[in-house]
């Protein structure tokens, strides 16, 4: 088992090394898949300028190197590709395309069939989940005609014990599905289960006495748990400053990490602005290291579906794709409406993300998953699926929740969380949630995280995403007036003694170099800073 890690780490960094957007599924596909083959049709030629000499030997099937597309089962062809990324003459045969299955189960619990949205391929399959506890039924998560989108439904029970939850995961294993990855938070219990028609995503909330069955499309990309091993550039955080004027609303969120292997993760983004797009940009592009020929974005992360979180995306899009390279999405928004958000938009922005070249589309974050980026660890702390199919009113609950463990610190971002989401985390241990460094929920308006989350978060530095000024004409806009300080959650915020640094997005954009102690006044003046930028 060591062996096989080091080899994939060693491969991992000969990637990292000379080449840029391989598909991190396909690089290890590549490795398990016989390699020596390559050199036999190995084509060389050398590059004048540079010196260097290509060998079109790497077999990336990624729709960058594809030849020919094929129909359901059968091979298309790609080209032999460089190191570098450069693109051979000659062709290889790629795996057979799979079927893109829609699963249809039943409310009894009976996983039915399963008909391709590509070719209308089906295969009935009658298997029947083993009642446990109360089952609810079965909520779908994608409406009908969204089926080829995502056909996912989630199986519920209530009244259910650990025991019932390890009485569903053998029953996944009787069924040949094979075991993806496995997790523990506190006394919740996860599982994510593959097999030939489906994804099976099992979880387990003690403090609910819940299991959900969630089945999901079989191709779901799954993130790697592999470290790709870290570099030498100190880690940092921005906070940036939404431009809120601009965009003509309050609200607005945008982080930006940088790894020590130089290459980012953009949390949101902020408003569908020239402004927020550029903001983000100025910053990859003044940070990336010398020798990546562009800036590389590890993982862009959308917490939800919200136009001040995601709206930077487009902008950014049609800004800037070709000047930076995006490595993958993360995300999971439901295809269902919840509160204002509704599953006609989410498609147009998946084809948005698509459309950026060699990027993998995490589309199921699950909570309890875990994976990695160069020396840091992300866990899934929340997403829908975890207040489905209870009733919520609000997009705000869901929101994807994750901790980032970078440079021996926990970041926690909240994105805009509130009651519903709040009462699931709230099961979660205190070792699990706690952090250094959190972004307070949904911009801290009237509706937000519970304080006593925030309490069991534990933070010493509050990062707020919110204007001073209000820029639109609700008045539940003026957070940062006194009247709205003293009550509920801020109240919280603004007394805490653990809190020792709150640093608001309207203070301008701030870098955290990681690891972050905070230093100077607790909290800026909150007053004064309105009367230097109200109009
Ligand atoms: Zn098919
Ligand atoms: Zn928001
Ligand atoms: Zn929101």
Not at 131 to 141: D, E, H
Not at 356 to 362: D, E, V
Request: glycine share 8%.
């Amino acid at each position: 088992m060591k062996r096989l890690f080091g080899l994939l780490l060693l491969l991992s960094l000969l990637c990292l090394a000379g080449c840029f957007g391989s598909d991190p599924e396909a690089t290890a596909k590549e490795t398990e898949a016989d390699v020596t083959t390559a050199e036999e049709t190995a084509d060389v030629t050398t590059a004048a300028e540079t010196g260097h000499q290509h060998t079109f030997d790497q077999k990336v099937q990624s729709d960058e190197y594809l030849k020919t597309p094929a129909a359901c089962g059968e091979k298309p062809l790609y080209y032999y590709s460089c190191v570098c990324g450069e693109r051979g003459e000659s062709a290889f045969k790629g795996d057979p395309v799979p079927h893109v299955y829609s699963v249809s189960v039943s409310d009894a619990g009976l996983i039915e069939s399963v008909k391709c949205t590509k070719c209308g391929h089906t295969e009935s399959l009658n298997l029947q989940v083993p009642t446990s506890g109360t089952l609810k039924g079965a909520f779908k998560c994608s409406e009908s005609k969204y089926s080829g989108v995502d056909s996912a439904k989630i199986l519920y029970y209530e009244n259910c014990t650990e025991s019932h939850f390890e009485n569903v995961v053998r029953w996944l294993q009787t069924n040949g599905l094979t075991q993806v990855q496995s997790y523990k938070m506190g006394g919740n219990r996860y599982v994510l289960y593959r097999g030939d028609y489906f994804t099976a995503y099992l979880s387990y909330l003690s403090g609910e006495g819940a299991i959900r069955l969630y089945i999901g499309r079989a191709d779901d990309k799954i993130p790697s748990r592999i470290d790709p091993g870290a570099g030498n550039v100190t880690p940092a955080l921005w906070q940036i400053n939404v431009d809120c004027k601009a965009a003509g609303y309050n609200g607005g969120m945008s982080y930006v990490l940088q790894l020590s292997d130089g290459k980012f993760i953009v949390v949101d983004g902020g408003y569908d602005t020239k402004e927020d797009a550029d903001s983000i940009y100025k910053i990859l592009s003044e940070n990336k290291p010398a020798n990546h020929e562009k800036p590389i974005v590890a993982g862009w992360f959308i917490t939800h579906l919200h136009i001040d979180h995601i709206g930077a995306l487009r902008n950014f899009t049609n800004q800037y794709k070709g000047k930076v390279k995006i490595e993958g999405f993360y995300y999971n928004f439901p295809y269902v409406a919840v509160g204002d958000i509704y599953p006609s938009n989410n498609q147009n922005w998946e084809d948005i993300m698509a459309s950026w070249t060699g990027a993998t589309l995490y589309r199921k974050l699950h909570s309890g998953m875990q994976f990695a980026f160069a020396g840091t660890k992300v866990t899934v702390l929340c997403t829908f699926e975890d207040v489905y199919p209870l009733e919520f009113n609000s997009g705000n609950d869901s929101s994807t929740v994750f901790k980032v463990e970078i440079a021996g610190q926990k970041i926690v971002f909240l994105g805009d969380a509130e009651y519903g989401e709040s009462d699931r985390m709230l099961n979660l241990s205190s070792d699990t949630l706690k952090a250094d460094i959190m972004q307070y929920a949904h911009h801290g308006y009237d509706k937000q995280a519970r304080a006593n989350l925030y309490q069991k978060i534990d933070p010493s530095v509050i990062l707020w995403p919110m204007p001073f000024v209000n820029w639109e004409s609700e008045s539940h806009g003026e957070v940062f007036r006194p009247r709205y300080l003293t009550h509920g959650e801020n109240a919280w915020a603004r007394t805490a003694a653990s809190v020792k640094k709150i640093i608001v997005m309207a203070e301008g954009t701030t870098k955290l170099e990681l690891p972050y102690t905070p230093t100077g006044p607790r909290n800026a003046d909150y007053t004064a800073l309105y009367e230097e930028q109200r109009p």
